[in-house]
């Protein structure tokens, strides 16, 4: 597997509370995606990075913000947890734009109660 | 915005049998189409992808058609094994843009 991790693996959270998933790389790729998968759904991108500091939306971005400080590391926060935001979230990794290969993390199981 | 369809969304076959899964999409401005194979508690994993300037693309065992004027593309696995049991998901993207999955199909090798 590509040189990418997320923490946490598994969270569990209450319904109001902030939540800071992170994507760490070793790859030094440029580009860094944040998914949810939920069933049914397959992969929903949420928000994706081009650059450090440079981000845009995805199709399912209300709720969620990002930030990218540094090449090797993503963050996704959720700023007001709800329950329908309780999903997979995958981080995904890739040396060029969306037409290459993208590397997918070990995944966040984010339960929100 | 982009919208792929992908169909079935399960599929069982015999080992040894070919398994054929299709997808749509709607942007015409989609130019990049990968496949990726999930097991079960695992990340996906890109097995085959395809460019739109070429209609077909092959990989041992694996194969994957694309007609641009149709706007679909399909999966092809040949000679299937127990291993190939996953759930697969095929996607378009648009230089980079707009990368949109389609919601899997749940492929059933059996023995």
């Known amino acids: 597997d590509a040189g990418i991790t997320q923490s946490p693996r598994h969270k569990v959270t209450e319904t109001g509370t902030p939540v800071t998933l992170r994507c760490h790389q070793t790859?030094?790729?440029?580009?860094m995606y944040w998914y949810r998968q939920d069933p049914g759904h397959g992969l929903r991108l949420i928000h994706y990075?081009?650059?450090?500091?440079?981000?845009d939306k995805g199709e399912v971005s209300d709720g969620y913000s990002v930030s990218r400080s540094k090449t090797e590391d993503f963050l996704l926060t959720l700023e007001s947890a709800t329950s329908s935001q309780t999903s997979v979230y995958f981080c995904?990794?890739?040396?060029?734009?969306?037409?290459?290969?993208?590397?997918f993390g070990p995944g966040t199981r984010l339960t929100v109660l | 915005g982009e919208n792929v369809e992908q169909h079935p969304s399960t599929l069982s076959v015999q080992e040894g049998d070919s398994a054929v899964i299709k997808c749509t999409y709607s942007?015409?401005?989609?130019?990049?189409f990968p496949w990726y194979k999930q097991e079960l508690g695992k990340r996906p994993q890109l097995i085959i992808d395809?460019?739109?300037?070429?209609g077909e693309k092959k990989d041992q065992r694996i194969a994957v058609t694309l007609n641009k004027t149709a706007k679909h593309f399909s999966l092809h696995i040949t000679e299937t094994q127990p291993e190939d049991s996953a759930v697969y998901f095929c996607?378009?993207?648009?230089?980079?843009?707009?990368?949109?999955f389609g919601p899997g199909t749940r492929l059933s090798v059996l023995p």
């Open positions: 995904a990794i890739s040396a060029l734009a969306g037409d290459n290969e993208q590397f």
């Open positions: 790859e030094n790729h440029r580009y």
């Open positions: 990075s081009y650059g450090v500091k440079d981000t």
């Open positions: 942007d015409s401005a989609s130019n990049y």
């Open positions: 395809i460019r739109s300037n070429v």
């Open positions: 996607a378009a993207s648009s230089y980079g843009q707009n990368f949109v």
